[in-house]
């Protein structure tokens, strides 16, 4: 069997340094038990997967890695210093030399993520046509990156947190000779806005269970 892996970039869940566009509407203490909330449901989402190795990238200090560990019951990296490129680049880079023959990665802030997307992801990853999988989000970047070997292309050059990260990742890939197949379009949370749509898909779900969105309807 392939040996895959699935990288999750977190932050440590701090005031000041997760979602803080979405604390200037509901203050930091609520954005701090809200990412928490994310992640958790994201981790759950993950943990459906059955034959996918899942590691947590950690932006965090390196005396709060145990702690995390603990919390999370997960295992645990820390994030390289970088820009966003580097930092995955060099995720990618740890698994690919650990043996690993496919990875995926993918944020904490997509906690109504489809199971069947990330699955989609792996599979297109088993056809030989394909060389990255790309899952692009509704504000012009991507919620999910799948790759079989580096692309350095990939990593380089985008304007990260804008709306042409997706635009420039699909060049990157072109200039590298990757392959691409693209998933469905979906979404994530940073604002207050993207929240309130959130809240309306889940209650139109009404899938039940998701941490996220019973912290949400409550603030």
Known sequence: MTRKGLILFAREPLPGRVKTRLAEAIGDHAAVELYRAMLRDVLDISRKLTDVDIVVFWDCEEKSLPL????????????????????????????????????????????????????????????????????????????????????????????????????????????????????????????????NAFIKRYSMLSTGGSRTADLATAL
Request: charged fraction near 20%; charge should be negative; aromatic fraction near 10%.
């Open 68 to 195: 995390l560990t603990d919390t999370y019951q997960c295992r645990s990296r820390r994030q390289i210093s970088g820009d966003l490129g580097q930092r995955m680049q060099a995720a990618f880079a740890e698994l690919f030399a650990a043996g690993f023959e496919s990875c995926c990665i993918i944020g904490s802030d997509t906690p109504d993520l489809p199971h069947a997307y990330i699955l989609d992801a792996f599979e297109l990853l088993e056809d030989q046509r394909f060389d990255a999988v790309l899952g692009p989000s509704a504000d012009g970047g991507y919620y999910l990156l799948g790759l079989k070997r580096l692309y350095p292309e990939l990593f380089a050059g985008i304007e990260w947190s804008t709306g042409n990260v997706l635009r420039q990742s699909l060049e990157g890939a072109r200039t590298g000779g990757a392959v691409t197949q693209l998933l469905p379009v979906w979404h994530d949370i940073d604002t207050m806005e993207d929240l």
